[in-house]
């Protein structure tokens, strides 16, 4: 990614660094994470928020570690921090450059001193290292450091307490302490460095993003001193901070490690900076859970892993980049959870039971599972799984939960007062905002193609007769499934159908009906499907969730918990549904819509310089200018982008670009 510069004619331009942020993840569901301010805005930012039951039980143990220069007796604040009326310290004024690339760098400059900060989260630890290099300075100076605690869940606020912990021990350069009884240890490794004990809280750090969210938005954070250490030109400090005792090992080294891993990552995808970016931030998803499983975060900072989530990003996160391995876990791990034919919705954060309240997340198993095999031809995973298809078709044919069940259409029915069960799931309290029980068109699109996917893979492990059977209940399904959706005044695809109701709302859901695996609508219908896509819902940043003539739309998404879940699908544009549009563009219109498709990626891959640098927001505003809102960083954007970017070439290797730039001149 390309560097970003700032001068000191700049500096007073706080608010943009203040709205750009950074994101380093662990491979467990930690992660540090700040803007290029050094200010925090979220209660979710922190420098080491650890996993302690991987992927789960996420804690901010420590928040930062504000950096300040001393030199000829004058003091540096590096440190940025938003009080009450007031920016203090304002040391986002000598950041000189930020760099994202495999971490995120900065340099500053102040008192004469060039330093450079790079920041790392370990893969498989929850362990962060920042390693300063003194790039130039005149004579030797002290580089002074401030932690300052949080030690808390990451969903709540810390309050100034007498409870917190103030022992500590400091010895051969190891700091240690234990914030409460029931959080865990923190660890600091600065060789080299002497602590000047100064325990005190500081009051009422306010978090901007919170207030935006109307939630609480003032924390106090303790500290029991500082670090310092003497510096000069050419010195390297590597700081380990971590829930383990860092023994023996050295920052320099754990990074370097941690460098070499990324580099393996990204080596093939080299010839596109984009590519190599969201090839990095897809990485940031595939986390452990238990033993030898893994899974997807679904969105940072405040999402676990979401079955849904994880089945739409698989294919981009982990199948076009190769992690065959991981999706295989990932696949093997959701599977063992399914349960009366449906897999989980999510995984509750304090290691609770998994809820089951979807009926898309198990219909996207079956695709993830076919792409799988698309790609690796692996067909021991799929006689594995074949009788978990084969039991979960058989469940909704019989019903499960939630009123899930095939209707006598052959249709998928789902749903039941006060629940969602769609990807569209907003609910707030007894409110829900997109009731859609019935026979929604997506589902049923994702229906056709599990009984179609089932199918193909029976004939794939030679069981031709049973395949045979599942195939005509598909060829009966496409049937009734244009009878019934087709609106012919509109020109589109009813949203969804109950009884007598047919609901002529103009949303995304209809582009499944053109982009999965097998599609539903053909020719005429589909071109006019796309137009209408096109027209009322495509925007820079991806598809809105209802078209802006629709009484409900909401432009904009903000306000308090209940106004932003009642904007949440009532215009909001998502990011992910880029990805099934582009492949519905292609599949409808062949290389001309190939062509579309490639300036209309090009333009949302402009998003990588903005929110978090270098990965995809969840959602955007439905007008200009589309700001990002919710979560900075989300498994489906990022891995459905990647997926049509790669698996239909729509980025040219850089001699492609050269080659077209020869041909055109």
Known sequence: MKTLYFDEDNQSAFSQLHELEWLETNGLGGWASTTISGAHTRRYHGLLVAALHPPLGRMVVLSKLDEAIIKDEQHYALGTNQYPGTIYPQGYQY???????????FEYQAGGVHLKKTVAAIHGENTTVVLYEVLQAAGPFTLELLPLYACRDFHSISRANEAINKAYTFAEGIFHTQNYADSPPLYVKIPGAQFKEQPHWYYHVEYAREAYRGLDFQEDLYTHGTFQITLEKG????????????????????????????????????WNENIRALTLAADQFVVRRGKDLKTLIAGYHWFSDWGRDTMIALPGICLVTGRFDDARKILNAFAAHVSEGMLPNWFPDRGEQPEYNTVDATLWFFQAIYQYYQYTGDLSLIRRLLPVLKEIIAWHQKGTRFQIHVDNDGLLYAGQEGVQLTWMDAKVGDWVVTPRTGKAVEINALWYNAIRITA????????DEESDIYHQKAIWIKARFLQLFWNAEQQYLYDYVAGEEKNQQIRPNAVYALSLPFPLLEETNAELVLQRITKDLLTPRGLRSLAADDPQYIAVYGGSPRERDGAYHQGTVWSFLLGPYLEALIKVKGEEGKAEAMPVLHQFLEHLQEGCIGTVSEIFDAAPPHAARGCVAQAWGVGEVLRVALAYQLIPQEREVELLAENQR
């Open 235 to 270: 010195s390297r400090l590597g700081v380990i901070l971590s829930t383990e005792h860092p023994g023996e090992k050295e920052a320099v080294r754990l990074l370097e490690k941690e460098r070499t891993r990324r580099e393996n990552l990204v080596k093939e995808f080299s």
């Open 456 to 463: 193909t893979l029976l004939k794939e492990t030679g069981h």
């Open 95 to 105: 950041l000189r450059s930020f760099q994202r690339d495999l971490f995120p760098v």
